[in-house]
């Protein structure tokens, strides 16, 4: 699996070249260290390895541009820069796609819950990752009315993973299922998925952790329990 790229953010005040370097080296296997940085970095996509306390401002800045993998160390105050920044990140939906992104190897959807039933759910949203479109046109964002939204289809019967973490970054919810025929509706985000479930989609409802999930469209249910284990997270088969 090709590496994903990661960057340090750090403080000026602080003097952590070589801590970086060795926490860098240590998680090398996953990702492509590109350096420790004081701003935002000029880079277009990246893992962000929180170095020090005092960065929440860079992070969230950075966190406008891509969804994001934070990743903190024991000392320097690194936790709670990160808990910092995920808690403002995480109101714009910066959850999670990165972590179905790497462990698929493909793009991924975060939706709007948009409707639920006894074995289905909708997810909906004004884009989509063209790439992985089976076709796509662009039209007006939903609530706006203006602007450009993009009113992708996916191919039917196509095995998915739902992921959710929670707020306070020590539990994912997962949810396996196959795409479904959708009849798409104007009153709703342009695009619109729904997911035929393997468990029951109530507990969405039932135990909230939030509107925003994401979908990954592989299987990759295993994986992630095995990366929430090594984060020290409860995994939640749903």
């Not at 990702?31 to 960065?55: K, N, R, S």
């Not at 939906?93 to 006894?118: Q, W």
Request: negative net charge; glycine residues 8%.
């Amino acid at each position: 699996m090709e590496r994903y790229p990661l960057v340090g953010i750090a403080s000026r005040l602080r003097h952590v070249d070589e801590k970086y370097r060795e926490i860098s080296n240590r998680i090398s296997d996953l990702f492509c260290p590109l350096g420790l940085f004081f701003d935002v970095p000029a880079v277009e996509e990246a893992a962000i390895l929180v170095m020090t306390g005092g960065t929440e401002e860079i992070v969230e800045k950075i966190g406008g541009s891509w969804p994001l993998l934070l990743i903190y160390h024991d000392s320097e105050n690194s936790l709670p820069a990160a808990i910092e920044a995920a808690s403002s990140l995480r109101k714009k939906g910066r959850i999670a796609m990165l972590f179905g992104y790497l462990l698929s190897e493909k793009p991924t959807f975060m939706g709007n819950i948009s409707g639920i039933d006894e074995k289905e759910v909708v997810l909906a949203h004004c884009t989509f990752p063209l790439s992985i479109a089976k076709r796509y046109k662009f039209m007006t964002h939903f609530e706006s009315g203006i602007g450009v939204g993009v009113a992708a289809e996916v191919e039917k019967n196509v095995k998915v993973t739902l992921i959710r973490i929670s707020d306070d970054l020590k539990r994912i919810r997962i949810m396996k299922g196959v795409t479904d025929e959708v009849k798409w509706r104007d009153d709703l985000c342009r695009t619109q998925i729904k997911v035929r479930m393997e468990g029951d989609p109530s507990i969405m409802i039932k135990k909230p952790m939030g509107n925003h999930y994401v979908i990954s469209f592989a299987d990759i249910s295993r994986e992630l329990c095995y990366l929430a284990d090594a984060l020290g997270m409860e995994c939640e088969i749903a």
